[in-house]
């Protein structure tokens, strides 16, 4: 199972850091992907972090303002946001299922998703 938490509204510029946070797996061999939907459009893949050697991906549209992490300790993932625009604004998503980023992007339903945290940047 995984659980989104900590999205919320902040002005453009601004920074916000949302969780997911799982059960039911080993969490520190699994990869930990994030994705942002948007009404109308296919899921965005923003971020990955594997887990088996913590190597990290980013999507070109936030390279350089958000970074991905990984509390195995606390079987958690964290995915900050930083230098935020209204073109980040959707529901972030977290997703899983295979030990390396690269594998869980050849994944076309990964078998663990959350339900999402909604993200928007206004003003």
């Known amino acids: 199972q995984l659980v989104e938490s900590g999205g919320g509204s902040v002005q453009p510029g601004g920074s916000l850091t949302v969780s997911c946070a799982a059960s039911?797996?080993?969490?520190?061999?699994?990869?930990i992907a994030w994705f942002r939907q948007v009404p109308g459009k296919e899921p965005e893949g923003v971020s990955c972090?594997?887990?088996?050697?913590?190597?990290?991906e980013y999507g070109d549209s936030v390279k350089g303002r958000f970074a991905i992490s990984r509390d195995n300790a606390k079987n958690t993932a964290y995915l900050q946001m930083n230098s935020l625009t209204p073109e980040d604004t959707g529901v972030y998503y977290c997703?899983?299922?295979?030990?390396?980023?690269?594998?869980?992007?050849?994944?076309?339903?990964?078998?663990?998703r959350g339900q999402g945290t909604q993200v928007t940047v206004s003003s």
């Open positions: 997703a899983s299922g295979a030990g390396l980023c690269r594998e869980l992007a050849r994944m076309p339903s990964p078998p663990w």
């Open positions: 039911g797996f080993t969490f520190q061999y699994y990869a």
């Open positions: 972090i594997s887990g088996t050697d913590g190597s990290t």
